[in-house]
């Protein structure tokens, strides 16, 4: 068993910064590959990006991509995802995830979910 808290979110104005953070507790956490993904007000939950569990592989949501960083650190059990240039459309509940599955992650194939953390973003 995996749980996932997530912190950091917030409300900030347009073109301002956040990071995120996911920590993970359970015997094996370390050996999971971890996500983020954003979920907004009427629309479907979504892959924002992903890292694999020894942080060599990582990727990202086109959306998303040069603006957003994830990385991990495992003696921490804590992965991170590093938001600058926000926009108003980045506002969401921004959800951590854990799969067994590198390959098909991005695809909703998670084995455990955090609770979600809320980004507003103003314009």
């Known amino acids: 068993q995996v749980q996932l808290v997530e912190s950091g979110g917030g409300s900030v104005q347009a073109g301002g910064s956040l990071r995120l953070s996911c920590a993970a507790s359970?015997?094996?956490?370390?050996?999971?590959?971890m996500g983020w993904f954003r979920q907004a007000p009427g629309k479907e939950r979504e892959f924002v990006t992903a890292?694999?569990?020894?942080?060599?592989?990582?990727y990202y949501a086109d959306s998303v991509k040069g603006r957003f960083t994830i990385s991990r650190d495992n003696a921490k059990n804590t992965v991170y995802l590093q938001m600058i240039s926000l926009k108003p459309e980045d506002t969401a509940v921004y959800y951590c995830?854990?799969?067994?599955?590198?390959?098909?992650?991005?695809?909703?194939?998670?084995?455990?979910w955090g609770q979600g953390t809320q980004v507003t973003v103003s314009s």
């Open positions: 359970g015997r094996t956490s370390s050996t999971y590959n």
């Open positions: 995830a854990a799969s067994g599955n590198w390959g098909r992650l991005s695809n909703g194939n998670v084995d455990y």
């Open positions: 890292i694999s569990w020894s942080g060599g592989s990582t």
